[in-house]
């Protein structure tokens, strides 16, 4: 053995040596003409035929060392030397003794122009997030983000700014990553200029909390601006005033800053132009936020009455005289450390003047009323909100600070089936409230939660109507001075829990146990001035001193799948609920005790990568509130008198939801289809009284059933030969419901369907037009009424503009609003705009003139269907003005 170990080693080296006496090794230097070394030389040793047969790099003193191949053939071989910045050089290769060194000479080359044009669009998807460039959809007109999202396939934005992806509204609007301004995105659409927004990304499964992340499913859809780099390195702002004819201003002073560490949306607004500043602190997710806290807040329960608003644009019919001071600031301490204030003053004076004709149809009577009114309105609303969170993949903490305050004076000025009257209606709001949230994980990847809110509320309502109205009714017929109506109901309430969540491989269980507490005081009297400025209550049946706790205790297990294919959230929710109120004046004293389980589930199915099944079910038992149990009578407007016969509401209400999303990225094509299905059964139901002066409401026990049928659809798509996004979508909702009016039940059945189509589109780098029409039709029949009512309605809306040059811009719009009602002639309005903008670009300065209004419109009518109701008002709108603007841009 030993011996074959020896012969084994001999003969691996004899073969060693072979190699190394046939490999052969070529040697040299590479330097500069001053002699200086020049590293990272590329050497290439070439066959006779040009082919690459070996390579080397020189060394930071110029030397290489380069082995010549074995097999190689030796005939006709040559080195050839090139580097960056010199001449390449090649020698022949005769012999392997010789150096080979190379002097290059410095050699200076201009790399010829390379242009890349795409004009196509295109999507980037990376998981659940789509990246839209904003350049690809901006037009030169664009003033701020808002403009090109409302372009963005598969995005619709509806006339309050409220945002949807593919049929599906979002949850928020982000900043580089930054929640700045939760749901009251508006501040960002309609502020920040569209030329510092790279992209615009739609984040789905959107789950804001790092630490749930691939744990708990979220349904939510987010947008995110990502902001160019040299936007984040300064401050950035446009600063407009402007004023017109006739009595016309304008002021729109901002300052913003987009640094990774600081970001920044302040902002002042003033204006006469019927541009509504409130728009900006609309809060689009609102009712889903009120949900989830469980918080059943009291509504405001006096009006004037009036008819609301004209379905316009608010730009259409506004009489204002607004100002709004908004700071926005978000402080990044350290990494996912984030402190951030948002306060807001917003102060108002509206005017509204218009006329209104209702008719109710009974079985046997029409009842009729005619009114016009003079309104102004005066808001003065403060909101402040100071948050901290600590997001991390282990640990979370955040707590918001709200507080509200809100005083609000309205002045009417009317005249009823005849009768004149005047309205002076105060109502003043402070709702305070802290949400305070912690969740931490073990070392066993275990996490725990706490969770606290608490809110304190009070809105006392003042309302006063002289002269006397209705003296028959509310003073035995005898003339008198005025009514005073009062109504409040301070609140206090907190819900709090523990929670604890186990993540899995497959499946996240949570399970939570927490208590609420609701406690109010329902507060009401109607009196009456006499002619001798005496004051005494109407009846012993219009005062309330209802007092009302809610006690609540409950458990919930909620189970997450949060997979690649399927995503499934099941809830199982139970809770135990103790209601008391009384009200000593009416002997009424009365104790509730409930257990509910109210289950949900949702499922999410991934059939392709850009294609989802969703399907959801949930079933709720929901209990009423303090304003569904006064006793005593309140006179909500002048006109509508509310008292409640009834044992507390009690509604069991199921809701099934099937939908189907379909995306594909590369094609810019969007599209979606839902169905829903939703029955509702309550314990008691409205009756009314209706007169020809009066409507009186109250509450009976009677079995009340509602079912709601609605499917609707969505498509989006791109179109690269046109350059066109076209857009499209459909929906179909039927309700049937039972209404109790002078003592006769009658059913109803309303069906309303919305078409919708819509096209944007760059026609050339100098003209682009958009284009929407909606088409809404209302059907309305009852089997105890003989007639139906049927309601058409058509609107258009389109713009083009054009940009001859780099730096002047013209605009055109128009609408178009047609109406159709059986009950009436058809309506039709045409409003029409005009813009001309020119840019100073050496200043930065733009100057604008635009015309609203062309044909200068003062009146418009609207018509509404609901039920058995049809109501007819005509409005006074603002006629044409004319407006200059100077716009600086930082």
């Known amino acids: 053995m030993r011996q074959v170990y020896k012969f084994s080693v001999v003969c691996i080296f004899c073969m060693l040596c072979s190699a190394v006496g046939i490999a052969q090794t070529l040697k040299g230097t590479v330097t500069d003409s001053l002699g200086k070394a020049i590293s990272f030389a590329s050497i290439n040793l070439k066959s006779s035929g040009n082919l690459i047969i070996a390579y080397a790099r020189s060394d930071d003193k110029g030397n290489y060392t380069l082995q010549i191949p074995a097999d190689a053939d030796k005939t006709g071989l040559a080195l050839e030397v090139s580097c960056v910045g010199f001449t390449k050089q090649a020698k022949p290769v005769t012999n392997t003794v010789n150096a080979y060194n190379f002097k290059l000479a410095k050699s200076v080359n201009q790399l010829q122009a390379v242009t890349i044009k795409e004009n196509r669009p295109r999507l980037r998807v990376h998981g659940d997030t789509t990246d839209y460039k904003v350049s690809d959809f901006s037009s030169p007109q664009d003033r701020v983000i808002g403009d090109v999202i409302k372009k963005l396939p598969g995005i619709d934005v509806a006339k309050d700014g409220k945002i949807s992806y593919n049929g599906k509204s979002i949850s928020g609007v982000y900043i580089g990553g930054d929640n700045m301004l939760d749901d009251k995105y508006n501040i960002a659409t309609n502020t920040i200029p569209h030329g510092v927004v790279d992209k615009v990304q739609v984040m789905e499964n959107h789950q804001p909390v790092k630490m749930l992340r691939d744990k708990v499913v979220s349904e939510d859809v987010a947008l995110n601006l990502t902001i160019k780099k040299d936007a984040k390195l300064q401050l950035i702002g446009q600063e407009t005033v402007g004023a017109g004819l006739p009595d016309k201003y304008y002021a729109d002073l901002n300052a913003m800053m987009f640094k990774d560490k600081y970001k920044a949306i302040n902002y002042f607004k003033a204006n006469n132009t019927s541009n509504d500043v409130a728009g900006d602190l609309v809060s689009h997710n609102l009712s889903s936020y009120l949900s989830r806290l469980d918080n059943d807040k009291p509504g405001t329960v006096l009006s004037l009455g009036t008819a609301g608003d004209p379905d316009l644009p608010r730009n259409r019919y506004l009489f204002n005289q607004s100002g709004i001071l908004n ?80 005083r609000n004076t309205g002045y009417s000025a009317l005249n009823t089936n005849g009768t004149p009257v005047n309205q002076v209606f105060k109502d003043n709001l402070m709702d305070i409230s802290n949400e305070f949230s912690l969740m931490n994980t073990f070392k066993s990847n275990k996490i725990i939660e706490f969770y606290s809110y608490l809110n304190r509320s009070t809105e006392p309502e003042n309302r006063i109507i002289d002269p006397g109205l209705n003296p028959d009714i509310f003073n035995n017929g005898v003339a008198y001075k005025q009514l005073t109506q009062t109504v409040d109901i301070p609140t206090w309430f907190t819900n709090n829990y523990v929670g604890f969540k186990i993540p899995g491989n497959l499946i996240t269980q949570s399970y939570k146990a927490g208590f609420s507490l609701q406690s109010q005081k329902l507060q009401s009297d109607l009196n009456i001035t ?136 590369i094609t810019l094509f969007f599209f979606s289809l839902n169905a829903s299905y939703t029955h509702m059964n309550a314990n008691n139901i409205a009756s009314s009284i209706l007169t020809n002066n009066i409507q009186q409401r109250i509450v009976l026990p009677f079995d009340n059933n509602i079912d709601s049928w ?54 050339s780098d100098y003209v682009n037009f958009s284009y929407k029409a909606n088409y809404d039709q209302t059907k309305s029949k009852s089997s105890a009424v003989a007639t139906s009512s049927k309601f058409e309605r058509l609107t258009q809306q389109g713009s083009v503009n054009y940009n001859p040059l780099s730096n002047l811009f013209f605009s055109v719009a128009a609408d178009h609003y047609y109406t159709h009602q059986q009950q009436a002639n058809d309506l039709k309005y045409i409003f029409a705009d005009a813009s001309v903008k020119y840019k100073f670009n050496k200043t930065k300065l ?45």
């Open 327 to 406: 700071l926005n600031n978000l402080v990044n301490l350290k990494k996912d450390v984030q402190l951030k204030a948002n306060i807001s003053y917003l102060r108002d004076n509206q005017k509204q003047s218009y006329s209104k004709f209702s008719e109710y149809y009974l079985p046997n009577d029409t009842i009729r009323y005619a009114e016009v009114q003079n309104n102004r309105r005066r808001p003065d609303i403060l909101h402040s909100q100071l948050s901290v969170n600590v997001n991390r993949d282990k640990y979370y903490l955040s707590n918001n600070f709200i507080a509200d305050y809100s």
């Open 530 to 665: 006499q002619l001798n400025n005496s004051v005494n209550r109407v009846s012993d049946s219009t005062v309330n001193n209802l007092d009302w706790q809610r006690r609540k205790v409950y458990t919930e297990a909620v189970y997450d799948i949060p997979g690649d294919k399927i995503k499934a959230n099941i809830s199982l929710p139970l809770n135990l609920q103790q209601i008391s109120y009384k009200d000593s004046y009416y002997n009424l004293d009365k104790d509730l005790t409930r257990l509910y389980f109210n289950p949900r589930v949702s499922i999410k199915y991934q059939t392709a990568v850009e294609n989802y099944i969703t399907v959801a079910y949930n079933f709720r038992n929901d209990i009423g509130n303090i304003q569904d149990v006064y006793n005593g009578s309140i006179l909500k407007d002048y006109r509508s008198l509310y008292a409640n016969n009834a044992d507390l509401t009690e509604r069991k209400t199921q809701n099934a939801m099937l939908g189907f999303n379909y995306r594909k990225a």
């Open 710 to 763: 609605m499917g609707n659809g969505y498509v989006s798509k791109y179109a690269f030969g046109l350059r066109t996004t076209f857009s499209a979508g459909v929906s179909v909702q039927s309700t049937k419901l039972n209404q109790i009016q002078n003592g006769i039940i009658l059913p109803y059945n309303t069906i309303s369907t919305t078409f919708s189509i819509g096209a944007d589109t760059k026609v």
């Open 846 to 890: 733009d100057l604008e003139l635009t015309v609203q209004n062309l044909f200068n419109t003062k009146t418009y009518s609207a018509l509404y269907l609901s039920a058995n109701t049809f109501t007819s008002s005509s409005y006074t709108i603002p006629g044409r003005f004319l407006l200059v603007k100077m716009t600086f841009n930082l």
